[in-house]
């Protein structure tokens, strides 16, 4: 479903966090709620088939 996310960004002394804060369905440019409007593009690459993906184990010796 396609909608539009306001994200903050909380920050503490270790970390920032971003978080959601509202989520608003997609409208399309006559003011109707069009569910389906956005296409994915087809160029994403999940990142465990990227090539710089290292497994939780070797992420975790390298930090």
Known sequence: MSATLFI???ETEE???ANIESIF??????G???HFALK???EYTRVIHRESYK???EFTEAV
């Open 15 to 17: 970390r920032t966090y």
């Open 8 to 10: 903050v960004l909380n």
């Open 55 to 57: 497994e939780p184990e």
């Open 25 to 30: 369905p997609f409208k399309n440019i006559h």
């Open 40 to 42: 994915p593009s087809g």
């Open 32 to 34: 109707y709620i069009d």
